[in-house]
């Protein structure tokens, strides 16, 4: 059974930067694409990067240029490096996995104050 365990969430002031990551327990990391989503109060989770496992990443075009995805394989880690961070980046972050069914984590609440 897969479990995601995410990490690193935070308030952070308009400008700054913030690391997340997240963790599998249970599976085998390297066979799944990964993915970051955020969730806006009352709003579905949108899909914003994601890392295949040869290491490809896709940004959504608000975090493009600003968000990073990485992965390490050998820790099962899953990392989101975000910079510039806007009051409009203010949501809950889960990471999954990319497979059926999804695996999600348990979601971690990044603030970014104006």
């Known amino acids: 059974q897969v479990q995601l365990v995410e990490s690193g969430g935070g308030v952070v002031r308009s400008g700054g930067s913030l690391r997340l990551s997240c963790e599998m327990f249970g599976g085998i990391y390297s066979t799944y694409t990964m993915a970051w989503y955020r969730q806006y109060p009352g709003k579905t989770r949108e899909l914003i990067a994601h890392i295949t496992t040869s290491g490809a990443t896709h940004y959504a075009d608000a975090v493009k240029g600003r968000f990073t995805i990485s992965r390490d394989n050998s820790r099962k880690l899953l990392s989101l490096q975000m910079e510039s961070l806007t009051p409009e980046d203010t949501a809950v972050y889960y990471c999954?996995?990319?497979?059926?069914?999804?695996?999600w984590g348990q979601g971690t609440q990044v603030t970014v104050s104006s």
């Open positions: 999954a996995t990319i497979s059926a069914p999804k695996n």
